[in-house]
């Protein structure tokens, strides 16, 4: 395929070049250089490579800020993280900062090129390297603030900004409604535009004088020979026609829709979210369509983002917003290398221009959660994937020495980036460090959600700026986790607080049918969640009742505690109905399986008449043969029964090496690992007699359907929070 823009020549009657002597008197600036009028011949036709190509990469010698960069062949995976500082390998296993010897982050010396910059997405940056130099597409998909614009953005500083063009749209004297397009090399638009305003500025001069004269003539005339109302007539008439005819010389000043004149490195454009007219360019509406007043089709013409991305980068985040129609026009840009500039509104009247093809030959990278590829089209889909790279970003990776000063250079880099934090302390990092373990939600792993860590970072060095302090200090972190709380997070404590007040919140003695359940809302907030059951005799066959907007996952968790109940219950369950509510679950229901032991728990209970310790929180999956499996949030739940008064929390085993609590609750709560639905009871029941014969029988039935390793690497596979 060839993307060769083709253009035809200005119109005939366009102004003619000015001479070599006018113009260097007019611009001295420019002495021993043709005027671009001059040069506009050579350069009516500028080739668009195929974006198959490969291009040199020693062209791109520059970088944002105007610093000198290595060839894209000299990048790899490996970046040095703190050159300069010290680095003591002798306790960088066990150190925070994985024995980077620092005073602040201060010390810590940012890479200028933000591929450099890039932490944990090798896999991802190795792509964006290859797909620079080869001038390939590239889909990521992964959670938000992972660092998928980030990485677009260094892919621009890859890219050459030698090739980066100027894009002009002249007036068709043939046909106004098709506006002709033409390129040149970047910077050389402004020179024509200039060269043109002042051709057009010289001929309305002249025309001016030489209409005064004669408006002058008219009326001199009419004041010696006729009268001179007549007079004052006919040169309200010569000015009419004169201004009227006018128009005809502006409109021969080109519309330059894209300058790249002062682009330092090739063009990035986010066009993430934008409407059908911003991203595929669009024709301005003109109320005046005749008399002379209207504006000339090519002066309404307005660049879209896949016009401005021409020779750069065109970034588009939850590419599957986008409709159907505007997401087939785009696998059209992309394929044709070009794409004609049209309005966009059926009733505007500029949907009766359309210009010549417009050069976007962009590298398009695509973004997007993992739904983004549900609602894709999937031609679109298929295009990038045949012509480029699709790449997972991951949300944890594994905690290393190396990776933690990684994380130390990350804030450096966004007290950096934002200009008026305080730099921070070394014992402020590795606060930070810890939150990112933490967050992570796995043993020796760090979150590479970054966008909500760096959130933590702005806030700490506010809090410390409002104080007027030189740095940022651990006990500003500790205070900015505090303010940075989430909605839901915040949301969570005040129903815990009020729950207090009305004696909702049972955390002590024994009670029948009801268990104390742990949840998440939204990503990182902890809550608990009381379930009751009762047993009630049944008017036809008996059957299991769940009230509190149980989502469909929760509705079959439902389903699999009842086949572990109908196994070892001597009870005739056909002739019973068991009522399941969850208490005060909101109008968002529940969502998810990790109640599922919680369930079981409160009916056996029910059942056997056996009273629940109010004490004992928990949370975890339960398989059909009794097996306690993995969940996600263990952490945020473990914190949510602290908050609420229980000293005691049952987990999954599995879960066991993701826990990572907040030091203030760990003398607070003991926290009990459980493999199957019998040691859950033999916690969680009171009564000793009956409760010792429930579990013994239990565990004879109940045996693990999995064996130790199984379990493991389920508990490994870090599952979306319940």
Known sequence: MSNDTNVDDP??????????????????????????????????????????????????????????????????????????????????????????????????????????????????????????????????????????????????????????????????PDDGNEPKVRTVPAGKGEQIIDAHKEEARKRNQMRSILMWIIIAIVIGYAILAGPLLLGIVAAGIIWLIFRYTSRGTDAMVPNMIVNNGDQ?????????????????????????????????????????????????????????????????????????????????????????????????????????????????????????????????????IEDTPEMRRKYARFVAQEVERDGRLPHFTEEAVEEVILEAKRRSGRKNHLTLLFRSLGGLVRVAGDIARAEDREFTTREDVL???????????QLADDYIERRKDYELQVNEGGVEGRVNGLAVMGEDSGIMLPVMAEIAPAQGGGQVIATGQLKEMAEESVQNVSAIIKKFSDVDLSEKDIHIQFVQAGQQGVDGDSASITVATAVISALENIPVDQSVAMTGSLSVRGDVLPVGGVTHKIEAAAKAGCSRVIIPEANEQDVMIEEEYEEMIEIIPCANISEVLDVALMGEPKKDSLVDRLKSITGSAFDQSAVGSAGGSNPSPQ
């Open 11 to 172: 119109p005939e009657d366009a102004p003619e070049a000015a001479p070599d002597e006018e113009y260097v008197e007019e611009h001295p600036e420019r002495q021993g250089e043709r005027s671009p009028l001059e040069e506009e011949d050579g350069d009516r036709r500028t080739d668009v490579d195929d974006p198959s190509d490969e291009f040199d990469s020693s062209t791109a010698d520059e970088a944002e800020g105007g610093d000198d960069i290595e060839t894209v062949d000299d990048l790899g995976s490996t970046v040095e993280v703190d050159p300069g500082v010290e680095v003591d390998e002798d306790i960088a296993e066990d150190d925070l900062l994985g024995g980077l010897k620092i005073d602040s982050t201060e010390d810590i010396e940012v890479p200028d090129r933000l591929v450099d910059q890039v932490i944990g997405q090798d896999e991802a940056r190795d792509i964006i390297i290859k797909a620079a130099k080869q001038r390939r597409h590239v889909m990521m998909i992964g959670s938000p603030g992972t660092g998928k614009s980030m990485l677009a953005k260094a892919m621009s500083q890859l890219l050459p900004k030698e090739d980066l063009q100027d894009v002009l749209v002249y007036h068709n």
């Open 264 to 396: 330092r490195v090739a063009p990035f454009e986010d066009a993430t979210g934008a409407h059908a007219g911003a991203l595929l360019g669009d024709v301005r509406h003109d109320p005046f369509q005749s008399g002379g007043m209207e504006t000339p089709s090519h002066d309404r013409v307005e660049p879209g983002s896949i016009h401005k991305s021409n020779k750069g980068v065109l970034f588009v985040d939850e590419i599957n917003t986008l409709d159907i129609r505007t997401q087939q026009k785009l696998m059209t840009a992309i394929q044709e290398g070009e794409f004609a500039i049209t309005g966009q509104s059926e009733r505007s009247s500029g949907a009766m221009v359309q210009t010549e093809p417009v050069p976007c030959d962009f590298i398009m990278v695509a973004a997007g959660n993992l739904d983004a590829m549900e609602n894709m089209h999937p031609a679109l889909r298929n295009r990038i994937k045949g012509y480029g790279y699709e790449v997972y970003m991951d949300d944890t």
């Open 479 to 489: 205070q900015a986790k505090e303010r940075s709380r989430s909605i839901e997070q």
